[in-house]
Each structure stands twice: as C-alpha cells, then as structure tokens.
C-alpha cells in the first residue's frame, strides 16, 4: 500500500474526523500508513477495533498503523500494549498535521508509543475546513464535539471531554464549500449537538445555526440534524420545524429509555411525558416528520415492567427508525458499578426492542406506499427520502435529486418508480 488509508468506526462526527485525519496526514507528507479511528461506545466496537488492526497488520506487514479516537483516548493502553500499534493519538491530537509530523519510530516501547492528552482540558473545537467525505453523498458537518451532561452510562464525555463548538461563521464556510464542490444534503453533527453554542459569545443556539446557513447559502437543498436531546430543542429549531422545507422532516432522538425510574438512574435530562409531548408538539407542526431513537435495552435494575416502559414509549411515540443497543457497562462509568443483569436476559431484551422496532418500521413503510418523494440518490443504489426512508433506486445517478412515486416495500426499504420527468 502506498499513501494514508482511513479506517472509521462509530458516528458521523468521527467519519467527518476521518476526512479531516486524511488531509492532515497527506499535509505531513504521511506515508504507507493506515489509522484506525476508533468509538469507545460499547466493547463490542473496542473489540471490533482491536480485530481490525490485527488484521490490518497481516494484510500490511511494513505499514505504520497509528490508532486514534475515542477508545485510543479512553483506553490508551490497550492499543499502546498491541505489537500491532506503531502510535496511539488522542482525540486532540489526531486532528493535527504535527502529530502525524512527530510520530514516534518504530519498535518503541508502550508508553513511548503515546500520543494522548486530557481531553477534559481542551477548551476549543478549532474549525477544520473538508472538501469531500470520502464515500458519502451527503456531507456531515462537525458543529460541535464532546459533552457536559454524565449520563451514568456513557463514556464518551471521558472520550471527547467536555462541550465546546465551532464558531458560526466557520460552519457557514464549511457548508459553503462542500455545497461548491455539489453537495446537496448537509447534515449536522456533534456528541450533543443541542448544546451548540452555549460557549460561544452571544449564546447562539442550534436553530440559530441551522437558520443562518439557510439564509447565507440558498444553495443548500437539504439540511438534516444527526441525532439530538428532544428536551434541548431550543425555539428557533421549532420554527424551522414548523416553516422551512429545506430542513429535513426526520429527528433522530437520543431516547435511551421509556421509564422514569430508570431515566433518572441514567441521569436523563428528560422524562417519558417529556419526550412523549414533544414529539407531538413537532408532529403537529410538521405532520410529515419521522422519528428516529437512541433506546438502550437491559440497563442494571431494569425490571420486566420497567422493560416493558421502553418498548410501549417506541410503539407509543410511533418511532420510525429504533436503534437499539444492549446495554455494555464501561470502564469508569457510574452504570458499571451499579448491579449488573444477566448477559443473556440483556441480549434477550435488546432482540425484543429490537422486533418492537421492525414492526414499528414495517408500519411506516406501509404509510408511505402509494405517496410522491423526492430522493438524494446515494452511491450504492439506494436513496434517502426527506423524512430519512430508504428507496432502492437502480439506474439513478448518485447525487441527483428525483421525485418519485412509491409502489411497494420489502419490509426494510421501500420500492419506486419515477415520477413523471421530475427529475432534477
Ligand atoms: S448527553 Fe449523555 S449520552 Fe449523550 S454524549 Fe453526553 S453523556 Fe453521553
């Protein structure tokens, strides 16, 4: 292999990162070198990681493999001890042309091999200007990165550190430039993206961002959030809601579960009315608008009945795109020292939430055959519609924007034909 090759896990905030790695490492003249930016979420993804790399390492015997994002800041150690591991960088530190200028030689120690700060002292998110996310038709935008809330079973606060975002003007530069080079879906993203703005003089919000970047560039034709806290929408988010059709009809929401009690153990800012009200608030502005949730299943004390909040909340709120994570107690977290259940009752649980979501997905497909769409065709022949379902879209061009009229589904994506010469 010649060159830098990227290999990404997790959330769009690292697949935006990737690009950033990229250019920074091709900026310092990085050669033959591959690195593997990792999530720290689950042990699933940590193990996933620790599978690619050895792999990686058989497949490229000369490369140097350099390790960085959230498992590499929360668990340095782990990969510094790899034979496999040439560098392991933090979060920081992965985002600069100088790391990869001043990487350590080969066949050093452990400790020599690290690369990693305290992230909980970083204080500013310095803006990174990308030309293309590599793969994707629609261009994910970082706008802001770590996060002050603990929720007891998150570790990424300890990955990331604290909130802090991207100044206004650099986010309206970034969309502006990858809107030139013909995107026409911005999607934007952080860890806690409804805190945008909290530290930045002025106090702007979310909705304040996502409002001036469609009055500054009338070019963009879609803008989508990745995925946010129902109870930080803040009164500018509503109005685009409610008024503007180029914001995108399709939230994904951080849920995580349907029971009080077990909302105040993971220390959620929000209670199952809550979450209930507001998504009938934004149903009744935009009545087109599909849900997507963030729901964890088989948290330590959950009972059958507090179990059975979580699935009635998904089926109650009528979530469209249920993700569904088993729960992975993490290392330093408050949820790993609380009583932990059965690894097979967690696994049992997740499969059930899981099913819940696929009749709840099966139903919204049902509501929209027999409707007219428009679709962002992506690279693999499929497409987004507005309110985030997938179309298979053979023989459409990726980027191109279509309406279509849908026929049918096959129970995950839906089916189309063209409507008449609506193409675009
Ligand atoms: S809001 Fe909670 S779940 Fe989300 S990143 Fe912060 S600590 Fe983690």
Known sequence: MSGVEVITFGCRLNTYESEVMRAEAEKAGLNNAILVNTCAVTGEAVRQARQ??????????????????????????????????????????????????????????AEEKL??????????????????IDGHVR????????????????IIPYGRGNSRSVPMGAVVNQARNLVEGGYREIVLTGVDATSYGGDLPGEPTLGLLAKTLLKQIPE????????IDSIEAD????????????????????LQHGDDMILKRMKRRHSRAEAIRFIEDVRRLRP?????????????????????????????????????????????????????????????????????????????????VGTRQWLLVENNGLAHTENFTLVAA??????????????????????????AADAV
């Open 235 to 254: 009164a500018h988010l509503m109005d685009l809601i409610a008024e503007e059709p180029r914001f995108m009809p399709h939230l994904h929401l951080s």
């Open 288 to 368: 087109e608008m599909s849900f997507g949730a963030d729901m964890i299943a088989g948290f330590p004390t959950e009972t059958d009945e507090m179990f059975d909040n979580a699935v009635s909340l998904a089926e109650e709120a009528g979530i469209a795109h249920l993700h569904v994570f088993p729960y992975s107690p993490r290392p330093g977290t408050p949820a790993a020292r609380m009583p932990q259940l059965d690894r097979a009752l967690i696994k049992e649980r997740a499969a059930r939430l899981r099913s819940a979501g696929q009749r709840l997905h099966r139903s919204h497909l049902d509501s929209m």
């Open 394 to 419: 053979p023989g459409l061009r990726p980027r191109d924007l279509v309406q279509v009229a849908i026929t049918s589904h096959n129970g995950k994506h839906l089916d189309m034909q063209l409507a």
């Open 139 to 154: 261009a994910f935008i970082q706008v802001q990165n770590g996060c002050d809330h603990r929720c007891t079973f998150c």
């Open 115 to 132: 690369r990693v700060n305290d992230i909980m002292s970083v204080r500013h998110t310095a803006p990174q200007m990308v030309k293309h």
């Open 52 to 109: 690619a790399i050895r792999r990686v390492r058989r497949d490229n015997p000369h490369a140097r493999i350099i390790v960085t994002g959230c498992a590499a800041q929360t668990e340095k150690q782990t990969f510094a001890e790899m034979a496999e591991v040439d560098a392991v960088l933090g979060n920081e530190e992965k985002l600069t042309s100088a790391s990869y200028r001043s990487l350590p030689d080969f066949g050093v120690s």
């Open 220 to 227: 963009i034709r879609r803008l989508r959030l990745s995925s």
